[in-house]
């Protein structure tokens, strides 16, 4: 149980910046200072550490800063060396105050000093930019994460759910005003969102280098196929706050993915792994992607998860165009199909 | 027949320059040089001219260079002030050697040049990129054009048929080395090509001020309904290189939009206007574009296609709304439907 | 006679820039305004362009400026259009005056204005610094170019048989003022030398876009064999001037050579083409390289010089190591043999 | 045996920059934390320092971070004034997991923090990137660099084993972004080893101001002449994990370099010093250099090598153009030899 799983080819760089990750990170969305214990938790840090994750993710907003604190004791508490893993955190909602929202430099500023101080930590690794703002000129937001950089509190920015147009200009302003630009967006990325990651993704890493780590490889539970018959009451879906979740998975369109999760169960069974895994092992089979985040309220969840690495390489070509013929959700470039002009020539 | 069309209010900048143009153009596609004669193209450039229209488009590719010539020509008889009007022509497809096609400094800046001397003028408004150039590196592309306005050849620059990536590169370049960025994109819009200016383009008006010129509001005629029974031989669908055209409009997808333009004929019966018009009025009323281009090729389609601004004002939410009833064609925002994670709060 | 060799895939970018050159150019060095009279020039390069070359090659210092009157006058009287072809000069010698050569700002402005009147042209396509000027400040040879191009007397501007290190500080001043950066450098390339074009333009081409055109294929005439009796008395080894050429044809190095050649001729038999048309594919199939110029006096020769293209797709890896195992001059990267210190690790 | 052996002329700026270091550097590599004792480390210190050796070289990775300590302690218990020495130290590897090796900014950041720390100092004078890193973007490394400087936990940086290709993108990297270039380079230089020190760091001065500093002047102890007759136990060849060092003592050009030696040995005799000071003298003679950093074990052998400085006029041209002869190791500018275009001229 305490095996290693991450070989060097399990590293790479995030994005074209010289940071390794481990292809898999952990995330504490959810979880740390919300529905488990922080006894769990430091159990599935230490798992997640011991079997070479690298990357622990979190965010001023999760359970209103207290996975951060929970994350900060656990870190604390272990006395890993500081620079054999990375913590990424992320700004946007750090109270109810008006300025205590948004991409500011005010909250920028005062946003990532707080995380740091529920951390424990002097800096964390990368900050990113929770959501788009724009409320905030975006000259404003580069100059703030440059700020935040060379004060040395955190190494490196990036993104999250931001539109690849949102990314391209902020890189822009940083080449315009010669700032720091991001290296990083952090997207959703499972079988029924695809779009973004798959099109519009790498074209942003060949243009300016920015990569992608993706998060929900499991759709907030819902690939595992555990909702193929209603609300399990442990689930996260029963959750308080968390009726979007039910509805979606209630509705129309979710009772068709289900029963698309029911033939990809077959092809799970002759892989010999859960439906889960093979969500998972999908995701990180993408090369465009640099990471996928996990998260787990469970030891023995993180364990199946994290051996999902073990059946990338059985993800063939097969298995994959087999794969797509259940899905249906293969994005494709933007056809020019209604357009009435065509390439000229002499 | 001589009424201006034109009061100031149908006038608008382009993009966030300086420049106003009136919200209809005039396109030389397909008839100049091609399929009318010198004596209508006179006509017809004299009643746009009249009539108000103060932007008339070319591009060296049009009939082989002769649309330009025809152009030139006419606006030599004319004498009309140059100040008075806007001409705009593109550059990409200038000959049949290597290099005297897409977006290197040399075809540029022989190409305008060549344009130039064609329409017998010393510089016109704008040089649009007639199509994007990806083994072209986009600081070349942007220095040339930045020399060809240095030069005094043309007044500012646009893209044609770039994606908003594209033309965000474009912007990122310009800005990192002081050059001048482009002012305008053409595009493609109409009842079924909608996406990229509905959706994109407004976002790139707002964040680096490039506007829209759109064009081929009738779809190649398809939209003013006489192909409803087939191709006229009379029409541009008739034409020799047309094929495409031929074939579009007898596909599947293509009767389909044949019978929804039946439907819309009673809407346009019931405002009093042609299928021609109500699909150009609903061009013009999209206050995120700039300027609708129009193509004709008798005097009296191009009155008819002028008149289509006197019913932009009885396009009413409700005749819109009954609009897109039919159309099924409104493009949303990339929905979050799939999305699993939404907007923290505290 | 008069098929055209050149299909679009022997067509390159020159670098990274957006020029599209023919995989071989014509070069005009020694032959015209010397070897040759103005018909067998005009013969040449008729057939050299009806055959699809599009690129030309000149400089101010050839047969002292003769050879650009006389490539200058053929182009008059040709007629072929401006945008077909490309030219290039190269300046450094311009004069006998101390101020008529180097790479001053003085001399480069004047030489390429004597160069465009000699030629009767506007502009030409590239310039090239025919050598580097350790004397002249790299920041007024770039800002003089950088004029050059803004002028409209050049597109482009590359070096010719810099080191890699001077094309690499040309480029830095360029980021550093915002000037514009050379796009390709000139250099000497065939069996006997092969070190620079092999080891060292590739980086200089991903890390700088600087692209390669190699001259000197058949390292003036020594790879044809011709040579292998001694000095017949028409070759360019017997003209005047040309002593060093003499000498090291007859040096001890030169017989060496010889001998290589004459194993090699048995390669070139087999594959049913001559020595040249061997050493010319050679150097074509070579991918890190733009283009490789050719010189000739004669019509026959050209036309056997083209030809060669023919046998770039026979050259099979096999004939390839072959021929390495005969030359013995594969470069390879500086070997740390004599380093006493390896990498560490932990 | 306090006698100070450096006189002002003694002195030279390193590079182009202000820093004055002594001619000679002392060197921390496999002595400190390693083969020798605290007590003979602060000795060698001791007796270096008071001889004018104002420079003390380490880095992350030597013993596994033990010679920072040593070094530190020493430093702290001796109570020099910290303005009266440099400390230099070197980051790429730094620890086991995969986020602590390389020139990422984490790395370069919590490596140099992680240095001062075993140093217990609030800074070095220069820190230098151990190695190269192509999987790193320049630009990361150069803004890390410049960080660690305004951080004050620099004051200087510099390369070791960089190409000077890399060295050159470095500095072009810095003015591009208006950055701090490096100052220096460290490179291996001694009779077998001298390319890159005597053909290509001289140009990097003169271009960009970056000086050398090199080390392993005796070649790990080769060129002493100990290991003429085999392996000496109390020898560095001797250690385990140097192997790829008595293999190639013992290798056919281990063999002749021995052979070379003892001739070389005959004119150290006519000198009236030893192989090693005849060495080392041989590598100060070279006014391009810096600084030669040497290593010691014992004090006898640092005073030994101290004393090379005596010599250093003794080499003249007649005692070096002799010693060419043996050594047959003077690398040349690639000549062009093969070359067959010459200087052109009016």
Redesign the interface.
């Known amino acids: 149980m305490t095996l290693k799983c991450f070989s ?1 080819q399990l ?1 790479t ?1 995030l994005g ?5 990750v ?1 292809n898999i990170g952990f995330g504490t969305w959810v979880t740390f200072g919300g529905q488990v214990t922080e006894e769990v938790a430091e159990e599935l840090l230490t798992v997640a550490y011991d079997r070479g994750i ?1 990357f622990f993710d979190t965010a001023e ?1 999760y359970s ?1 800063g207290k996975a951060e604190v929970v994350l900060g004791k656990i870190l604390k508490k272990k006395q890993w ?6 913590i990424s955190t992320k700004i ?5 105050a008006e300025t ?2 948004g991409l500011s430099r005010k909250h920028i500023l005062e946003g990532i000093q707080a995380s740091l101080s529920r951390l424990q930590l002097e800096y964390v ?1 990368i900050v990113f930019a ?2 788009a703002d724009s409320h905030v000129p ?1 000259e404003e937001i580069v100059r703030a994460m440059t700020f935040v ?2 004060q ?1 509190w955190a ?2 920015w990036g993104t999250s ?1 931001w ?3 949102e990314i ?2 902020a ?3 940083a ?2 005003f ?1 700032l ?1 630009p991001p290296v990083a967006e952090q997207a ?1 990325y499972h079988y ?2 695809r ?2 990651v798959e099109l ?1 993704m790498p ?1 942003m890493y060949h ?1 300016i ?1 920015v990569g992608t780590i993706t ?2 490889p499991l ?2 539970g ?1 690939l595992t196929g555990k909702y193929d018959d209603g609300i399990p009451i442990y689930s996260r879906a029963a959750l308080k706050g968390y009726n ?2 039910r509805e ?1 998975i209630l509705s129309e ?1 979710g009772r068709r993915q289900q029963a698309k999760l029911r033939d990809i169960a077959v092809i799970a069974d002759q892989l010999g792994c859960s439906l889960a895994q093979l969500a998972i092992a999908w995701c990180v089979r993408n090369e465009n992607i640099s990471q996928v985040l996990l998260g787990a309220s469970t030891v023995e969840q993180l364990c199946e998860d994290i051996q999902a690495l073990q059946f990338v390489p059985k993800l063939t070509s097969e298995v994959l165009e087999h794969l797509e013929t259940i899905l249906e959700t293969n994005p494709r470039p ?1 056809s020019p ?10």
């Not at 060396?81 to 990375?86: A, G, L, Q």
């Open positions: 060097d590293m760089n074209k910046s010289g940071l390794r481990s690298n907003v209103g060396r500081r620079s054999s893993y990375i946007y909602w750090g109270g109810k205590e929202k690794d929770n959501k975006m950089i060379n040395g190494m490196y759910r539109s690849t147009m391209m200009e890189y822009s302003v080449r315009q010669n720091i959703e029924f969102q779009e973004k519009q074209e243009k280098g998060w929900s759709a907030c819902i979007w979740l979606r369109e933007v199909a209604g357009s009435v002009k065509r390439a000229f020539s002499w």
